[in-house]
């Protein structure tokens, strides 16, 4: 016999899993979820600077968008948002910068945008007037 054996664990018996009734009638969600996150938890914001300004002339349209979302993501996010289903996606990663105060260094967190191009003649209106 081990000297062990008192100080084991017992090995628990295995329990069936509970049924739980389920309805016959399945709930619609109030939005389209997308990998487990709304459309509007992929587009944060729109990011209004000057050339986001200069490129709304080219049909094309810059936002700010969730760490972890993906282009397919962004294209189904701005098509249930605006109604419009872009031609082309293209995201850009902006690494954070490292602050100093004091003696204290530390970092901001990086950000990532998503230029999003529509088709001729379609417009998204992303501020309202």
């Known amino acids: 016999m081990s000297p062990l054996l008192p100080f084991r664990k017992a090995k628990e018996k295995k329990r069936k899993p509970r ?19 709304t459309a509007h938890g992929i587009l944060l914001s ?11 002339g080219l049909n094309q349209y810059m936002f700010r968008i969730a760490r972890g979302a993906k282009k397919s993501e962004v294209l189904q996010a701005v098509s249930q948002i605006y109604g419009v289903r872009p031609t082309r996606i293209n995201i850009i990663n902006l690494p954070g910068k490292s ?8 970092k901001k967190s990086g950000k990532r945008k998503a230029i999003v191009t529509l088709p001729e003649g379609k417009t998204i209106e992303v501020l309202p007037k």
């Not at 729109?46 to 709304?56: C, F, L, S």
């Not at 602050?99 to 530390?106: A, D, P, Q, V, Y």
């Open 46 to 56: 729109p990011h209004v600077t000057e050339k986001a300004g200069r490129i709304e």
């Open 99 to 106: 602050r100093r105060r004091g003696s204290f260094i530390g």
């Open 19 to 37: 049924q739980v009734e389920q309805s016959k009638e399945k709930q619609e969600p109030s939005e389209t979820k997308m990998g487990g996150t």
